[in-house]
Structure formats: structure tokens, C-alpha cells
């Protein structure tokens, strides 16, 4: 049997990242330039039920048997196994790269779920609808994120821009225009499930402040949704500066993230936020394309390297 090679996705969090938690609606978008690949190999030289994960971006490399009961790998082979009433799966050796940073708002453990779900079907032969793939790779995100929205697996399942709301089936939306964006990454690392945990905190303790905020990030989303339809680009970008805002009173932006939004400002971005869980990782900047170049100037002189340009529609 060849390698069977499949790819996924990154995404980004245009509008309502901690609200949709709770209920209220936000619009994620993919980002087809990065990408996850995972290879399968058979290993028909080893034992029955010897499988070796091979992960150098997430520190793994060895047998399922050698790693925490909890692994991802062995999450994933177990669903399958439950689903489709399995008694046995051939060995394999899986291995996963990804140009998505870890820890940085950018889908990254959704990618590598999602890829790891579709390239174990393919190798099953199984032919999994969008559905299935998304069902379970929200499983597998539950090992990372505890309690996630099931957004970023969504996104990232079905490639395209999506108006999610917790528990109901995605809207996809299409532009009629291109949203030129470009991905600023702090160099800060942060956990989702560190932030998500500090946030609920936070609403435990400030529960009427913080349902007001999440009110309001809902009402920007509302608003973002039929903006971006219209692709009325200068007021979407005023959108996502008032999101970011409201971050900013979750309490989830940094002065590093702050920077860059403000970076992307001065340089005539419509609009800039943090994207994903905050305390870390990325900015999105909405921008004419025209002052892409002098935004990337600007981030170089201050020693910012770690930007690119992509387009969402
Ligand atoms: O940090 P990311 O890319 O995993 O985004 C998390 C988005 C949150 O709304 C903060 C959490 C969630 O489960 O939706």
C-alpha cells in the first residue's frame, strides 16, 4: 500500500473568540496558507496493533504504547474503533508536520486533528463525510482545549468562512470581495485552555461584567456578518478594532498584542485584533493591499519579523 498523504488547514478568529464559549455567535476563517500534512506508512514489518506517532512540531515521536494513555493518537484510534465496531487495525507509522505555529491562535491542534482523523480514514478506506470528520475531530480537540466551542475544528473541517454558533450548524459565508489580512504573530506563546480557564474565572467572579462584554462581542459579530457579506471592507475593519477593544476588557490582550495592533493602525489598516485565545499569539490586520508593503516595513524596522499576507473571501 503507497503513503497516504493529507493535508489541513489553519484558521483565524475574524469576530467573538471567548463569547462563542458562551453561547453567542463568531465568524472564523481559514487559512489555506498554512497547512498540517500527516503521512501514513504501513508497517506491515511490526506486530499487530504497533502504531508510531511521529510529531516533531508537538515533541512526539514514539509508540502509542510509550505515551500517556491520553495521546491523541490513540483517542483517534479509538473513536474509529468505537464507530465502525473495528476488531482490528492494521500498523501504521503516522507522521505530522505543520507550518502552523503551536500556541499562537492559529488552529494549530485543530489542524493536526483534523488531518489525523481524515489521513486514519483514508487508510481504513473509510470515505467520512465533512460531518464525521468535524464530530470527531472535536473529540480530539477536547483533549487539548477541556471545553472548546467546536469553532476551530469546524472551520478547519470545512475550509471555508463560517458564522458559528456554539452547538448549531455553521453558516458559510462568501464575500463578494477579497480581505486582504496580514497575520502579525507576537512571539508569545499561550495556552487556549489556560486562557479559556482564566476568563471563566473571571466571569465567576465578575459574572455581570463580563456577560455584558460577551452581549457586546456578540452584537459586533452580528453586525461583522452582514458587513462582510456586503464586503464593505473600511467598516468591517472598524469592527474588528471595537472586538479587539472588548478583548482588551476580557482581559485577554497583552501589551505585545496591543503593539501590533497598533502598528497595523498607524500603517492604515481598516482594522486590527488580537486572534484566538489572546495573552499571546497572533493580530489580524485587515488592509489595503496597497499598504501592505509599508505595514511590512514598519514591523521590520521594530524588529518584526514574523508577519504574512493572506487573503480571505
Ligand atoms: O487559541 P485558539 O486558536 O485555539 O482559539 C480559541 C478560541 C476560543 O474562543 C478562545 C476558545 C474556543 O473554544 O472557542
Avoid: W
Avoid at 469576530?15 to 458562551?22: C, I, K, P, Q
Avoid at 473529540?139 to 468562512?161: A, C, F, M, Q, R
Amino acid at each position: 500500500m503507497p503513503a497516504i498523504v493529507v493535508h489541513a488547514v489553519g484558521k483565524s478568529i475574524l469576530f467573538g473568540e471567548h463569547a462563542v464559549v458562551y453561547g453567542y455567535p463568531a465568524i472564523a476563517v481559514p487559512i489555506r496558507d498554512l497547512r498540517t500534512k500527516a503521512t501514513i506508512i504501513p508497517n506491515i514489518r511490526n506486530e499487530d496493533h504497533s502504531y508510531f506517532f511521529n510529531a516533531p512540531d508537538i515533541g512526539i515521536s514514539d509508540f502509542i504504547s510509550n505515551l500517556p494513555e491520553n495521546n491523541i493518537l490513540a483517542r483517534a484510534l479509538d473513536l474509529f474503533t468505537h464507530a465502525y465496531n473495528l476488531k482490528h487495525i492494521p500498523s501504521f507509522r503516522l507522521t505530522i508536520t505543520s507550518q502552523i505555529p503551536v500556541a499562537s491562535g492559529l488552529g494549530s491542534s485543530a489542524s493536526i486533528s483534523v488531518a489525523i482523523i481524515r489521513a486514519i480514514s483514508q487508510f481504513l478506506g473509510l470515505k467520512l463525510s465533512n460531518e464525521r470528520v468535524n464530530e470527531f475531530a472535536y473529540e480530539l480537540e477536547k483533549l487539548h482545549h477541556g471545553n472548546p466551542s467546536g469553532i476551530d475544528n469546524t472551520v478547519v473541517t470545512y475550509e471555508n468562512t463560517l458564522y458559528y454558533v456554539r452547538t448549531k450548524e455553521p453558516q458559510f459565508l462568501h464575500s463578494p470581495v477579497p480581505y486582504h489580512v496580514v497575520l502579525i504573530n507576537s512571539g508569545v506563546k499561550s495556552l487556549t485552555a489556560q486562557v479559556v480557564a482564566e476568563v471563566k474565572d473571571n466571569k465567576e467572579k465578575n459574572s455581570q461584567r463580563m456577560n455584558s462584554l460577551f452581549k457586546v462581542t456578540g452584537n459586533i459579530t452580528e453586525m461583522a456578518k452582514t458587513v462582510f457579506l456586503e464586503g464593505e471592507v473600511p467598516k468591517l475593519g472598524e469592527l474588528m478594532t471595537e472586538n479587539h477593544k472588548i478583548l482588551q476588557e476580557i482581559g485577554v490582550s497583552i501589551p505585545e498584542l496591543d503593539r501590533l495592533v497598533k502598528i497595523a493602525l498607524d500603517c492604515g489598516a481598516y482594522g486590527a485584533k488580537l486572534c484566538g485565545a489572546g495573552k499571546g499569539g497572533n493580530v489580524i490586520a485587515l488592509m489595503q493591499e496597497e499598504d501592505i508593503p509599508s505595514l511590512a516595513q514598519a514591523l521590520e524596522t521594530q524588529g518584526i519579523n514574523n508577519f504574512f499576507h493572506t487573503v480571505i473571501q
